[in-house]
């Protein structure tokens, strides 16, 4: 199956060709479909900011199906999401799982198909590799926890829960469906329209 769709518009102009993703963009409404990481955050900000600048203040519809991923890169978009004068709307179309459940807080409304999930947890310190002394250790560990604390403090703020109970929740794996997430707070409400 073509994963890149080309759609054909008739207008005043004649006929136009264009990829449904264009399409979308026109709409305001943007996919992230992978791995949180350097490039797919850089190319979701670049969208965003553009986004913005062309109609500031009109909503911008991000729809999140991710694993996860990269922290430094999440925050450089959930900030961003901030950062904008158009309102962020944002959608769980799978799961927003992990740094992905991060971007899902970036939306002032956050909303989710019935059968997805989000799932929240503590970072995990990936990559550790070879002999360590025990003072690396150490500075791998308090980065870890500062890392915890800032991702907890964002899951707390967004959903009305003290910082407490969110480090209780986040301790392992938690994953909610779209009822659990609205209870908790993390989801504003169920998806009846994309646009």
């Not at 518009?9 to 479909?33: K, M, P, Q, V």
């Not at 729809?63 to 996860?68: E, H």
């Not at 003290?162 to 908790?184: H, N, P, S, W």
Request: glycine share 8%; net charge negative.
């Amino acid at each position: 199956m073509n994963m890149n769709p080309m759609i054909l518009h008739e207008s005043s102009r004649g006929f136009d060709l264009y990829t449904a993703e264009s399409s979308l963009l026109r709409n305001r409404i943007l996919f992230f479909n992978e791995e949180v990481n350097p490039a797919s955050c850089n190319t979701l900000i670049e969208y965003l900011l553009h986004l913005d600048m062309e109609m500031p203040g009109s909503e911008i519809t991000v729809c999140i199906n991710s694993p996860g991923g990269d922290v430094t890169s999440g925050l450089a978009v959930y900030d961003t999401m901030q950062m904008l004068s158009s309102p962020i709307r944002t959608v769980c179309t799978g799961i927003a799982a992990s740094m992905g459940s991060i971007l899902f807080l970036g939306g002032e409304k956050r909303e989710m198909l019935p059968h997805t999930k989000v799932m929240i947890h503590d970072p995990l310190l990936m990559g550790t590799s070879g002999v360590k002394r025990a003072l690396e250790l150490e500075k791998e560990a308090a980065k870890l926890m500062e890392t915890r604390s800032i991702l907890a403090g964002i899951i707390a703020q967004r959903s009305g829960h003290k910082l407490e109970e969110v480090l209780a929740k986040t301790g392992e794996d938690c994953y909610m469906d779209a009822e659990q997430a609205i209870e908790f707070g993390i989801a504003t409400g169920i998806c009846k329209k994309f646009y």
